[in-house]
């Protein structure tokens, strides 16, 4: 079992910053593939960023390529997603997602094991 937990949403001016974290627990927290997914009001559910469970692959969605940065630590178990220069179409819930197999290219939510329940981000124009 994996257990997940986000923070770090809120309200942001466009071009501003947020820094998501994901806290998360169990035995296979430090060997799954991490992932951030997100959904805007009436659309579906997409991948934002994904890292392998070394930390040394990573995946970024082509929206968010050159603004966003996946990160994790082991010895914490968290996960971190920086995000810089924000936009009003970021605005979603984002989650967390655990996948106990390897790093997807592009990874699916259809492969996720664990989910966290998400966290709002707001970017105001």
């Known amino acids: 079992q994996v257990q997940l937990v986000e923070s770090g949403g809120g309200l942001v001016q466009a071009g501003g910053s947020l820094r998501l974290s994901c806290a998360a627990s169990?035995?296979?927290?430090?060997?799954?593939?991490m992932h951030w997914f997100r959904q805007a009001p009436g659309k579906e559910r997409e991948i934002v960023a994904g890292?392998?469970?070394?930390?040394?692959?990573?995946y970024y969605s082509d929206s968010v390529k050159g603004r966003f940065t996946i990160s994790r630590d082991n010895a914490k178990s968290t996960v971190n997603l920086q995000m810089n220069r924000l936009k009003p179409e970021d605005t979603a819930v984002y989650y967390c997602?655990?996948?106990?197999?390897?790093?997807?290219?592009?990874?699916?939510?259809?492969?996720?094991?664990?989910w966290g329940k998400g966290t709002l981000v707001t970017v105001s124009s």
């Open positions: 997602a655990a996948d106990l197999g390897p790093l997807g290219t592009p990874p699916s939510w259809s492969a996720m094991d664990y």
């Open positions: 169990g035995r296979a927290a430090s060997m799954a593939a």
């Open positions: 890292i392998n469970w070394s930390g040394r692959s990573t």
